[in-house]
Nanobody, 124 residues
Framework: QVQLVESGGGLVQAGDSLRLSCTAS????????MGWFRQAPGQEREFVGA????????TYADSVKGRFSISRDNTKTTVYLQMNSLKPEDTAVYFC?????????????????WGQGTQVTVSS
């Protein structure tokens, strides 16, 4: 089993930056592909981005490409989501996810571990 705990959410204004963190425990972190999803009120969960085990590769949704970046520190068993130039439409609950296999997948069912989520609210 893998436990994921997110932190760093909050209320910001449009144009601001925010960094989310997710700390993992319970399994060798370096073996996990890590990612982020988000869910806005009344909408389905949306893939945000993912990073492979060695930080050698990342992938992002078109809606965040160029504004968000994912990184990980395997020594701290933590993955980060740096969000810049935030927009009101980025308002959502952000979930940290992990999968036990390689591959930068974008489907929510590809990830077998989920955090509880952290709220990000962007005011206009």
């Amino acid at each position: 089993q893998v436990q994921l705990v997110e932190s760093g959410g909050g209320l910001v204004q449009a144009g601001d930056s925010l960094r989310l963190s997710c700390t993992a425990s319970g399994r060798t972190f370096s073996s996990l592909t890590m990612g982020w999803f988000r869910q806005a009120p009344g909408q389905e969960r949306e893939f945000v981005g993912a990073v492979n085990q060695t930080s050698g590769s990342t992938t992002y949704a078109d809606s965040v490409k160029g504004r968000f970046s994912i990184s990980r520190d395997n020594t701290k068993t933590t993955v980060y989501l740096q969000m810049n130039s935030l927009k009101p439409e980025d308002t959502a609950v952000y979930f940290c996810v992990a999968r036990s296999y390689g591959g930068l997948r974008t489907g929510e069912f590809e990830y077998n571990y989920w955090g509880q989520g952290t709220q990000v609210t962007v005011s206009s």
